[in-house]
């Protein structure tokens, strides 16, 4: 099995892919979010509600989980809360502590924003904490902006953003 420490991003790239989310996934896609959560802050209701129903949550409400494999091995995952017609909300982006920096989260991240497109985004949000410097960061990179935190949908949450999408993005 590849070790993100010892392999190069084109290495990487030949044995990650990134999948739409299935059942079987829900296991996985718990944990990673529980991994990061509990690291920086404590598990609220919603996000147990999120994580013990994703589907039902997320892709069931016209939204999308994607997952990300490495050699079969799920690694990481991002999910698209549907919000209206054409906004989205990107939630639950977790990569594996052990392939964090290894370039994983901005694949994700930009196949997210992709699925976006297809699903009829035109608008897509995020709430997180100034906590996260680098998920923060691969936000802004991607064009994401800060615009007011008008949701209380989670305590630790004291930063939004938005990326407003056209065709041509």
């Known amino acids: 099995m590849l070790n993100a420490k010892d392999q190069t991003e084109n290495d990487l790239d030949s044995h990650l892919r990134i999948v739409a989310f299935e059942p079987c996934h829900a296991k996985a896609f718990r944990a990673l ?4 959560i509990e690291e920086y802050f404590g598990v609220e209701e919603l ?3 999120q994580l013990d129903f994703p589907q039902e949550s997320f892709v069931d409400t016209g939204g999308a989980i994607l997952m990300v494999e490495l ?3 799920v690694v990481g995952c991002c999910a698209l809360l549907k919000h209206g017609n054409s906004v989205y909300e990107v939630s639950k982006m977790a990569v594996m502590r052990e392939y964090r920096g290894a370039g994983i989260g901005k694949k994700l991240f930009r196949a997210v924003i992709e ?3 297809l699903l009829g985004a035109l608008r897509l949000e995020i709430i997180s904490s100034t906590r ?6 691969l936000y802004k ?3 994401f902006v800060e615009v007011p935190l008008e949701s209380d949908a989670y305590a630790r949450g004291n930063i ?3 990326l407003r999408l056209t065709g041509a993005d």
Do not use: C, T, V
Not at 132 to 137: C, E, H, N, Q, T
């Open 33 to 36: 979010n529980l991994d990061w």
């Open 47 to 49: 996000d147990r509600q």
């Open 71 to 73: 050699d079969g091995r």
């Open 115 to 117: 699925r976006a497109r």
């Open 132 to 137: 996260l410097p680098r998920a923060i960061g």
């Open 141 to 143: 990179q991607a064009g």
């Open 160 to 162: 939004a953003l938005e």
